[in-house]
């Protein structure tokens, strides 16, 4: 659905929706518009114990207002939409305790201060851009690995 199709907009905040959503209060068919940035916790990876760690210094990225729409009084729709990229196909999930166990979200099973959710999926359809996180705000980290030269050939 393109964004200039959506019908009566309530301003809000992510913790007035979670409220909401928690106490059975949303209004199905409504559109909720808040402030949203990712937030998340850059991981370092052990090789030998094969985990994952948080780096305590969280990546904020830019604010933009996401909508979704009200699917029960209870429920949203995971399907979202970005005022800033309206081209753009997003997926997004509000809840923390989904999120407890993932270091990129949470220490200790604390969730990352000033969290307002995730967005699990995001598609530029201009460029054709897609991922299965928020690729415009989340900072991936590369490792030069060194590799012993390969000194065999596959026997075919």
Known sequence: MAIEKIGIVTDTTYSELMTKINSSELEPGIWYRFEFQTKHYPVSFDSDSWQLTPINDPVIGEAEHLLVLATSR???????????????????????????????????????????????????TVLNNRSNHDFRNVKNRMWSIAQQEWTQRLQT
């Open 74 to 124: 209870n429920t949203i729709s995971v399907e979202a939409y970005s005022e800033e990229y309206p081209e753009d196909v997003l997926k997004y999930n509000p809840f923390p305790d989904e999120y407890l166990d993932c270091p990129n979200f949470a220490i200790d099973g604390t969730i990352i201060p000033g969290w307002k959710g995730v967005i699990t999926f995001r598609h530029d």
